[in-house]
């Protein structure tokens, strides 16, 4: 099964280097091949066949498979905040509205998928048809009480973005401890992720607070979690360029923003609709679902 297509710079020259294999989605985001020598290849788990090396019906019939995955892959990611028993505030969601979100979503085809699938498309491997990666924001009980049970027991991956300075707190609404997203991570089905430290738009920050915010939420979630935190989400979607930078130069794999459109080619600013607008993230990415 091919995995993705990759371009295989040919060594040249009189000291060559070995051959490099880069993601051909890296080129068509580039918009141009870097090099002047080279054969594009297909990629499997077990080889990396030049292309040239197939005849033409195999040729053919991988590029067919490759046009109509392409076709079909216009990815959408979701984020959703708490879920409680009443709605009070816009971003609200009933246990009955999520699991009737959910059910749609399956009947329409939808395939869920992690935010490690996400982030290996933007590698060249290729996520499958019809994807959708679900995310929460803020941490909210609501989620471990409501929405983690659904998701586990259907065996749906999905993120955790927590504001690290407020693990725990009972202020307000309240919020799950470190002990509960340690299980959550260790059980393996939702990605736990920074949302900075104290939810602050970061786009209106001095350029040293800002860094601060990324860089110490990420050390708190890998100092309890024990292992690396590859993700980040801007609170409430707020980001500029130096923000970007900033998340890149943290160590960071991808950071997600609230632009409501399906999943693009920047890793640092990876879109996501408000599960509010779920119809309309499905209708974007050329997903049919049932009619209300």
């Given amino acids: 099964m091919v995995e993705r297509l990759v371009y295989t710079e040919v060594a040249v020259g009189s000291n060559p280097s070995p051959p490099t294999l880069r993601p051909y989605a890296t080129f068509l985001a580039e918009g141009a091949l870097t090099g002047p020598f080279g054969v ?6 077990t ?3 030049p292309l040239e090396s197939l005849n033409g019906e195999e040729v053919i019939a991988i590029l067919t498979g490759l046009l109509a995955l392409a076709r079909h892959s216009n990815p959408v990611a979701l984020t959703y905040h708490d879920i409680t028993l009443r709605k009070g505030v816009w971003f609200d969601c009933t246990p009955a509205e999520f699991r009737s979100q959910i059910d749609t979503m399956a009947k329409a085809g939808v395939r869920f998928v992690s935010l ?8 060249g491997h290729f996520l499958p048809p019809n994807a959708v990666a679900i995310t929460f924001a803020d941490n909210y009980r609501g989620f471990l009480t409501y929405a983690y049970p659904l998701l586990k027991a259907r065996r749906i991956p999905v993120a955790m973005f927590v504001h690290t300075g407020f693990v725990g707190s009972k202020i307000g609404r309240s919020k799950m401890t470190w002990a509960e997203l340690q299980r959550l991570d260790r059980e393996g089905f939702c990605t736990v992720a920074s949302q900075t430290v104290t939810h602050r738009d970061l786009d209106k920050l001095p ?12 050390r708190d979630l890998e100092r309890h979690l024990g292992h690396p935190v590859r993700y980040l989400a801007y609170p409430d ?10 998340a890149r130069q943290a160590g960071y794999a991808l950071a997600f923003s609230e632009i409501q459109t399906p999943i693009g080619r920047d890793p640092y600013r990876v879109e996501r609709y408000v599960h509010t607008k779920w119809r309309q993230a499905l209708r974007d990415a050329g997903i049919a679902h049932p009619r209300r």
């Fill in 40 to 45: 594009f290849a297909v990629e499997s788990a």
């Fill in 47 to 49: 080889a990396c066949t």
């Fill in 116 to 123: 490690a699938q996400v982030e290996a498309s933007f590698h």
């Fill in 207 to 218: 350029e040293a607070e800002m860094q601060m915010e990324l860089v110490d939420s990420k």
């Fill in 237 to 246: 979607g707020s980001f500029d360029a130096r923000c970007e930078t900033a």
